[in-house]
């Protein structure tokens, strides 16, 4: 069972997806997604342990498509890193109250 104090956001796909509720990391990855528009997210500039796991469950488990831009970065350690964009049209939706229908 999940505690009503953990994080959470509700959200829907547009135009007609209906509500879901996602939860702590999950809920906090897709709060960056959509305030980050078209430029998406990197683990560099939004820094969390495992951006690919949230990620993956949020295309997943909630069906949002997510694209992984991977991208190279100079430096000691030089390599490359993923940025996520969120593709899906969502909108954050209030949770519903209680007692009324």
């Not at 949230?54 to 350690?77: C, M, N, Q, S, W």
């Not at 969502?90 to 519903?96: D, G, K, R, T």
Request: net charge neutral; with cysteine; proline share 9%.
């Amino acid at each position: 069972m999940i505690s009503d104090s953990k994080y959470r956001i509700r959200a829907r796909v547009l135009p007609d997806g209906e509500p879901m509720t996602i939860y702590g990391r999950e809920a906090w990855c897709l709060e960056r997604l959509m305030a980050a528009g078209s430029r998406g997210c990197t683990p560099i500039e939004q820094p969390a342990p495992r951006w690919s796991a949230y990620v993956h469950d949020l295309r997943h488990k909630f069906g949002l498509v997510i694209e992984t831009i991977h991208e190279p970065h100079a430096g000691p350690f030089a390599g490359s890193h993923a940025r996520y964009v969120l593709r899906s049209e969502v909108e954050i939706v209030p949770e519903p109250v209680e007692g009324l229908v």
